[in-house]
């Protein structure tokens, strides 16, 4: 069955030009279907992992990651038979290990719980993660539970998900979170170092326009382009195609900043924004990381935008610049003595 229809696939014609598209959606589908690194798997955005966990002699419980377990106990969970909440007392099992794989042995198999709670034991964990804790595989007495079944029945953490598929938001996220401090500190420096450098340009072309008397901008202008006084006005056009030149190559210069200013500031403020949001960091209450990061974001923002404003007004001083240049260049034509003889007036009386 499987063979004929992949032969009655291949038969389907398709165009040339859906080929990519078609190719995309497969790489696509492989890549969230396919279960590929210990999928499916219980992501758990908490340091504290609580499991209330029917009577059990051993428990295990593996990770996809090794994990550091800073202190691990047991309590018997008292029977509801009355209204009033009773302190759960926990034995510790386990303390200061890193480990992928943890086996605990139960000290309280023994002890009776009446038989009146489907949850017996409370089993509590406290764990040092700065990333997400994902659990792949839980096992009681050697049998292994599903996950689904465990998250909804067992594990009491609000902060937990089922992922059954690859999310490629949880990779970016993941790669944003560990690179973009160090990342955003590069291209904040250079934007900073670009806004000074494009700031003493732009300065430099204000005072020309607004500082610089036509003589004076004259004889810069003849300074750069070489022109002298007995040069001949198509000899001076054709040296200021050199000033065009050097117009046209800053007006680009200006039209990318503007562009690329606003671009970066807002890349590097949704990375902080991405940052700061991540479970990692919402799972410790980290205020001081919230508000690095906000304060991050609100200063790509604010270089970004500084530098469009910048680039905008330097693209308004080049085309000044340009029109006096070509105004002054026209003024520079030397007056030039007719050689032809003027005709002589015969007068007869």
């Known amino acids: ?25 497969m790489a696509t589908a492989l890549i969230i279907l396919l279960p590929l690194g210990g999928v499916p798997y219980i992501e758990v955005n908490s340091t504290n992992l609580t499991f209330d966990l029917p009577t059990f002699q051993n428990f295990e419980i593996n990770f996809q990651d090794s994990v550091e377990i800073k202190d691990c106990g047991i ?13 759960i007392h926990l034995i510790p ?25 489907t949850n017996a034991f409370k089993v509590h964990m406290d764990i040092s993660s700065d990333v997400a804790v994902r659990i792949s595989s839980v096992a009681i007495n050697g049998s292994r539970l599903k996950l689904a079944t465990f998250a909804k029945n067992n594990l009491k953490v609000h902060s937990s998900e089922l992922v059954r598929f690859h999310y490629i938001r949880r990779y970016l996220a993941s790669w944003i979170f560990k690179f ?36 004076r901008l004259k004889k810069r202008l003849n300074k750069f382009l070489r022109i002298k006084k007995t040069t001949t006005f198509d000899n001076r056009r054709k040296a200021f195609d050199k000033y065009i030149a050097q117009w046209h190559k800053w007006d680009s210069r200006f039209r990318f900043l503007q562009a ?26 980290d205020l001081d990381a919230f508000l690095t990061g906000i304060h991050v ?30 105004v002054l ?17 015969r007068v007869e009386l």
């Open 180 to 215: 973009n401090d160090v990342v955003s500190n590069w291209i904040l420096t250079a934007l900073s170092v670009g806004c000074v450098i494009v700031f003493c340009k732009v300065a430099d072309m204000e005072i020309q326009v607004y500082f610089f008397s036509d003589s």
């Open 260 to 285: 690329l200013g606003p671009a970066i500031g807002f890349i590097l403020t949704v990375s902080s924004l991405v940052e700061v949001l991540h479970p990692a960091t919402r799972s410790t209450n």
């Open 297 to 326: 974001a609100m200063i790509s923002t604010f270089l970004g935008l500084l530098l469009r404003l910048i680039s905008l007004e330097g693209g308004r001083a080049n085309d000044v610049l340009l029109d006096r240049s070509d």
């Open 329 to 345: 260049i026209d003024s520079e034509e030397p007056r030039q003595e007719s050689t032809t003889p003027l005709p002589q007036l």
């Open 75 to 87: 309590g018997l969970i008292p029977p509801p038979s009355t209204n009033a909440v009773s302190e």
């Open 93 to 117: 099992v386990v303390a200061n290990i890193k480990a992928s794989s943890l086996l605990i042995r139960n000290p309280l198999a023994n002890q009776v719980n009446n038989g009146l709670a």
């Open 1 to 25: 069955m499987i063979k004929w229809a992949i032969s009655q696939l291949g038969k389907i014609p398709v165009p040339t030009r859906l080929l990519p598209f078609l190719g995309v959606l």
